[in-house]
């Protein structure tokens, strides 16, 4: 492939087709023939073909990866679990949908954590994804295999799913943009679930500029979801280049203990650069930000112990034992599911159990509500919040699979936003030990154009530049 | 046995709870239009299998229906509901739970007739499962496939205040349900079919006494009749139990049709944790004002209410108001042929002919799909009540026109229906005692009850045109008296 395609943006790559200077196909195949020879793990499946036609509409035939979890009709869709090993949907989720429908096409179905169950991408049921920067370190999880594929340039652009930060964690650990819209903003049907009160799809890009344009195509309020909203106003390409007028607020919650001196310098220099932009910096409390962790390894799990009660061998995917009616259950979910899952549906399960629920799941959703509570006073104050993405950079295979708790705390900065249902943005901000480190904005509700206002404008100044080697 | 256990009289005390397939078009949560036999699994779509990835979406016309029949019970509609998942594992389940109501149900605190409504809430209904083998049960079963066509069909679970004191009390109060449920046009109601299941907790208590006893689940009586033999039948073990100094242990049992046996579950069916999870797919049900307003407007005349102005109103004798307002086709009818007979009808005669004549002809079948019409019912009787047909021939003329349709004056006359002429009586009479002098003279002698003989000659001589009493005057007539 020409380093030329390789290095348009998707935004430019779409400009190009429809100026009738590239032919879509001549794109597909250039970047099919790189998913299908990857060594990294970021593939499960990848399309053999281009579509026939241009398709029309914005996204000119694009090539869009597909985290394994939205179901795709007719193509490989387990979430990477063995327990859906084969599983071909009988429909479409509606982002797919809808980004088809916009002109995007499936490039290929991408490598995760086992039901978006994880923050390294180990978890998968077909093999971890390795980080591009260094193969000896993890991309991050659960949209792990999004991220290495978009870093990689083996796809242009990818979609993924957060639910405690597997859009942004993963995003920053690739050195790419990664952004988790507001809870409703994009439907969730047809993704399969983990935390159905969390789960929200969102893009996984190069720069800002894509991600505004893949994450408007994609929102909008979804017949098929009650809970869907849709988002007030359209998502607008980014232009300004200046932070004049905003108020950005650093939560001490978020941004003391525990983060590396590499992450914090990044972090730190970034804060200098949106003040230079004219944008104005104060610390604001989320006092109850520091019990995300524990409240979301309690309703994470809860919902998914039920969500992934239909995985008992009887309509789809593997089964196991051929016995009598509770061996069938017991041996298909024993074989399908990996260690982590089985994790957590075990407390899950625990967490709803009749005499536990008021001390678990109840005292965890009163969490939820405080989290809540202190982002809305936060934002009365300021426009926007600002952290590290993750408070290390990408850790190495196999260094934190046998100590969950430290597993669990990558999500640390990652997490309160979802629970509030907040939108966030990590962007590449810097490196450190020669790995990217990622910079998150939140804001309010259905705040997504100002956020990615200001992303585009911090993307400017700090002049993040190229990506890992390439192959 | 000690003799106060023997002696002691014992009080049942029994709830209902009573589960409703609602007719709407399409089912709870997805789009499949609901199930009347069709081809096994032709009825599902990735919804309501379970499939990854998918979403309810809540029946608007289901919550339609759940607020006309909270409304119905006299509930108090919550303003805010909202869904729960009741988890357990079982094939016919297909994600794993059930979506249905727990601790705040869409209705609540509401009344029918004589007994208070507890909760009224909405749910979606499991599949079918066929077991292949001898028990029709699934532990013992060689294989068992599943139906999904009737999983996710809309369910509005009833449940009542233990104010039910007997089996009699508790099938009169279903049918009263039945009645209203169906008058509401929201269900089928057919308990054979399952569109109505009805489940009983039962105990007993020392008459008088107000601390309840153990209570017990009796399930599986699909029909009026099993559900009073199946509570009769638990309320003699209970009895029995405790006048043998035994106690009532907390279980479920299974009646079986066929045996008239009770028998407990395995416990294994019913020792679940449901471990209950507010649905975070769906979003609170909170009826708007318009939705209530709407659900409002529909309502009919209920069954309790249109009893209560036939009594009223019409001065019908209860029995009759009921049975007429129970039954809406025949409630209709009634109206439609009182309405026909015009002012001064006689609304107790005509109740009297649609309750016992006309139902014993058209048995549970509406009578406005038969040949009969409302008029000529009403023409019919006004010919009674004028004399010009004998009550005894104008039963014959009623079972013509229910199967043939018609005049009722026309059949009469075709027939030969019409009530016998002075002068063709005078000569029947006069002939019958001719023929019968011995009775006649029983009838001097002042033996009233010889009179039998002579009217029964004369009907059985005008094929039942004469009018009785008419016949005992001539009689008497001409004996002298
Ligand atoms: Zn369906």
């Given amino acids: 492939m020409s380093q030329d395609l390789l290095g348009l943006s998707a935004a430019q790559a779409a400009e190009r087709i429809r100026g009738g200077d590239l032919a879509s196909h001549e794109l597909f195949d250039a970047y099919r023939e790189r998913a299908a020879g990857e060594e990294l793990g970021a593939f499960l499946w990848v399309a053999d073909q281009a579509p026939e036609a241009t398709p029309d509409g914005p996204l000119a035939g694009v090539p869009l990866a597909v985290k394994d979890l939205f179901c795709v009709e007719g193509v490989p869709s387990a979430a990477a679990s063995r327990i859906l090993e084969g599983y071909r949907p009988p429909y479409t989720a509606t982002a797919v949908e809808r980004l088809r429908d916009a002109g995007a096409a499936v490039l290929g179905k991408t490598n995760m954590d086992e039901f978006a169950m994880g923050s390294s991408n180990e978890n998968s049921g077909f093999g971890p994804v390795l980080n591009p920067w260094d193969r000896t370190r993890v991309p991050g999880g659960s949209s792990g295999g999004s991220a290495a594929a978009v870093a990689a340039g083996l796809a242009p652009w990818a979609i993924g799913t957060d639910t405690g930060g597997s859009i942004r964690q993963p995003a920053a650990l690739c050195g790419i943009v990664g952004m988790k819209p507001t809870y409703g903003a994009v439907s969730r049907y047809g993704m399969i679930a983990f935390a159905s009160s969390l789960d929200q799809a969102g893009p996984l890009t190069r720069d800002v500029t894509d991600c505004a344009l893949l994450l408007r195509h994609m929102v909008g309020r979804d017949p098929c979801d009650s809970t869907s909203t849709g988002v007030p106003e359209e998502v607008a390409l980014p232009s300004s280049e200046r932070l004049e007028g905003l108020r950005f607020g650093i939560p001490p919650e978020l941004t003391g203990e525990g983060i590396e001196p590499g992450v914090r310098e990044v972090f730190d220099a970034t804060v200098w650069r949106i003040e230079e932009l004219g944008g104005t910096v104060e610390e604001v409390a989320l006092p109850h930000a520091g019990h995300g962790i524990s409240a979301y390894y309690v309703i994470a799990p809860a919902e998914a112990s039920a969500n992934l009660a239909r995985y008992d061998g009887v309509r789809f995917g593997q089964r196991v034992g051929d016995g009598d009616l509770l061996s069938l259950y017991e041996q298909t979910r024993e074989e399908g599911f990996g260690t982590e899952v089985k994790r957590r549906i075990m407390l899950g399960t625990y967490a709803l159990s009749s005499g536990y629920y008021e001390a678990y799941y109840g005292r965890a959703q009163r969490v939820r509500t405080k989290i809540a509570d202190d982002f809305r006073a936060a934002f009365e104050r300021v426009d926007l919040i600002v952290t590290p993405t993750s408070p290390t950079v990408a850790f190495g295979l196999g260094e934190r699979t046998d100590d969950p708790l430290a597993m669990y705390l990558s999500d640390a900065l990652t997490v309160p936003m979802p629970l509030a249902g907040l939108p966030a943005i990590s962007i590449p901000a810097g490196m450190s030990e020669e790995l990217p480190v990622g910079f998150q904005i939140a804001g309010p509700a259905f705040s997504e154009n100002q956020i990615l206002d200001a992303a585009y404008a911090i993307e400017r100044a700090v002049g993040f530049d190229g990506g890992p080697p390439r192959a | ?481």
């Fill in chain 2, 1 to 481: 046995m000690p003799e106060a256990l023997a002696e002691r009289a014992y009080e049942p005390v029994i709830g209902l709870e009573i589960h409703v397939q609602l007719k709407t078009r399409t089912k709870m949560f997805c789009g499949c239009k609901l199930s009347f036999g069709e081809e096994p699994n032709t009825r599902t779509c990735p919804v309501c299998l379970g499939h990854p990835g998918t979403l309810p979406v809540t029946n608007a016309e289901a919550v339609h229906f759940a607020l006309m029949i909270g409304l119905a019970l006299e509930c108090e509609i919550a303003p805010r509901s909202i869904f729960h998942r009741k988890n357990y594992f079982y094939p016919d389940l297909p994600k794993g739970y059930q979506v249905s109501q727990y601790d705040v149900p869409l209705a609540s605190r509401g009344r029918l007739g004589d007994v208070r409504i507890h909760r009224v809430h909405l749910e979606e209904d499991a599949a079918k499962l066929v077991h292949a083998g001898a028990s029709g049960r699934i532990h013992s079963a060689e294989s068992s496939v599943v139906d999904f066509n009737r999983g996710g069909t809309p369910l509005v679970e009833i449940v009542t205040e233990p104010d039910v004191r007997s089996a009699s009390q508790a099938k009169e109060w279903l049918e009263l349900l039945r009645s209203t449920l169906r008058r509401l046009e929201v269900s089928d109601v057919r308990m054979e079919e399952g569109s109505l299941r009805c489940d009983a907790n039962v105990s007993i208590r020392p008459a008088g006494e107000a601390t309840l006893g153990t209570k017990t689940e009796l399930k599986n009586m699909n029909s009026f009749r099993f559900l009073e033999r199946g509570v009769n039948a638990e309320i003699a073990r209970q009895e029995e139990t405790l006048r043998a100094g035994g106690a009532i242990s907390q279980e479920t049992l299974h009646y079986d049709p066929a045996s008239g046996a009770l028998s407990p579950l395995r416990s294994k069916e019913e020792a679940h944790d449901y471990r209950y999870l507010p649905e975070p797919d769906l979003v609170p049900l909170a009826p708007t004002e318009e939705m209530l307003e709407r659900a409002r407007a529909a309502l009919p005349e209920l069954p309790a209410q249109r009893a209560e102005r036939l009594e009223r109103d019409l001065g019908l004798p209860p029995d009759n108001a009921q049975r007429l307002a129970f039954r809406t086709d025949l409630g209709d009818f009634f109206e439609a042929t009182l309405q026909a007979a015009g002012d001064g009808a006689d609304a107790r005669t005509i109740s009297n002919w649609l309750t016992g004549d006309l139902v014993s002809l058209v048995g549970d079948s509406d009578p406005a799909a038969s040949k009969l019409e409302p008029s000529a019912l009403a023409r019919l009787v006004g010919m009674v009540a004028q004399g010009a047909v004998a009550p005894s021939a104008a039963k014959e003329v009623l079972a013509i026109l229910v199967a043939d349709g018609g005049d009722p004056a026309r059949v009469v006359e075709a027939k030969g229906l019409g009530r016998a002429g002075a002068d063709e009586l005078t000569r029947v009479v006069e002939r019958a005692m001719a023929d019968q002098a011995d009775a006649v003279e029983k009838i001097r002698a002042g033996n009233r009850k010889a009179e039998g003989a002579i009217v029964g000659a004369v009907m059985r001589e005008t094929k039942g045109r004469a009018d009785g009493a008419e016949v005992i005057r001539l009689l008497r007539e001409r004996i002298g008296e």
